[in-house]
Structure formats: C-alpha cells, structure tokens
C-alpha cells in the first residue's frame, strides 16, 4: 500500500505546511506520472518548481517564489489550471503560454511582480474559464 515510487505517484498535495524548499537547487519535480501538484500555503523560496509533463493541475499559490515563469511550462499539454498567485515572480508572462490555449481553463498569476504586455494567451480565442493578473504591479516595458 505504500510503494509510492517516481513511477506511481499521481496526485502531490502538500499545501499549508511550513515548506521552504527543496533538497536539489534546481527543482523539477521527479515524479514522471504526477497530474495534481499543490504546493499552496506553505514558505517556499527560490525558481518556481517544475512539473513533468503530465501535469494537469499545478498550485502553487501562497509562497515566496522568485524569478521568471520558465517557458518548460509551455510544454505541458495537458495543464488545465495553472496557478502562481500571490508569489515574488517578476518578468514577462512566457508569450508561449499561448500553446495551452487548447487546454488551459484557469490562470491566476495575480499579486506578482510581472511586467510587459499581456500575453496572447488571455486575449486570442482559448478555453479559459478563469483568467486572474490583479492585483500585479503591470510595468509596460518598452
């Protein structure tokens, strides 16, 4: 019952703990079948996590993360809620988010530091359900 391996784990729920990181510097989640990632609420520091690929729902709102949204991101098909709220990240929104357009139905990248244009993807025709950018401190870039 407890033979959770990097093959068999689905589903990575550890919000609202006291999390601060990671042992690896940098964090691409091993796991090669994991569909549920939630991190919320806990004090995690440094880069955004990466999922695999197969992730569907990644959360993790509510931490001290830093830095850029790593464009790996636009590569995962099958993400359908992607939220990176109420973190440290800074930069442009990835312009290839729009490659998720087919299955992306929730985007919450508010109370971050992002600067530049809005992306292509919350203007152009897309299944988004869902769409949260405030409160970010939007600094046009010219």
């Not at 999390?19 to 510097?25: A, I, P, S, W, Y």
């Not at 994991?34 to 509510?62: A, C, E, F, K, W």
């Not at 995962?76 to 800074?90: H, K, R, T, V």
């Not at 139905?105 to 244009?117: A, E, H, I, M, T």
Request: glycine content about 4%; overall charge neutral.
């Amino acid at each position: 019952m407890w033979n959770i391996s990097k093959v068999t784990l689905e589903v990575l729920d550890l919000s609202r703990n006291f999390l601060t990181g990671f042992d690896q510097h940098s964090v691409v989640l091993p796991w090669s079948r994991l569909h549920y990632v939630r991190l919320d609420s806990n004090m995690l520091q440094g880069p955004l996590p990466i999922p695999p690929p197969s992730t569907i729902q990644y959360s993790v709102s509510g931490n001290k993360l830093r830095g850029e949204i790593p464009p790996v991101l636009c590569n995962m098909a099958s993400l359908m809620l992607l939220d990176l709220s109420s973190n440290n990240l800074n930069g442009r929104i990835p312009p290839c988010l729009a490659n998720l357009r087919k299955s992306l139905l929730v985007l919450d990248l508010g109370s971050n530091d992002f600067n530049g244009p809005i992306p292509e993807t919350c203007t152009a025709p897309n299944n988004l359900r869902v769409i949260d950018l405030a409160p970010c401190s939007w600094k046009q870039s010219n």
